[in-house]
């Protein structure tokens, strides 16, 4: 089984397991190969998602960053038009 690049690739790999999973066409080996290859992925997108949150909770803790305004600028540009 080959490495696992990023997030992305991840997600883009696993939703290409379920499909061929979700299909039935594959003999029970394949199938159990797919499914292994199937979880760790989901194991590594899951600990990339968790040390996200991580990231973002620390940098919200310092007060580094302010929470956006509502409405992201985009009721001003109406409010221009109007």
């Known amino acids: 089984m080959s490495t696992i690049k990023d997030f992305e690739a991840a997600i ?3 939703d290409t397991i379920v499909k061929r999973l979700e299909e039935g066409e594959l003999a029970l080996e394949a199938s159990l190969e797919l ?7 989901a194991r590594f997108c899951h600990a990339r ?3 996200a ?5 620390i940098v919200n803790e310092r ?3 302010k929470p956006a305004p509502a409405s992201l600028g985009l ?3 109406d409010e221009d038009r109007r």
């Open 49 to 51: 998602l968790e040390d």
């Open 12 to 14: 883009a790999e696993l």
């Open 35 to 41: 499914y292994e290859r199937g979880v760790q992925l």
């Open 75 to 77: 009721d001003d540009e």
């Open 53 to 57: 949150e991580r990231r973002i909770e």
């Open 63 to 65: 007060g580094d960053v």
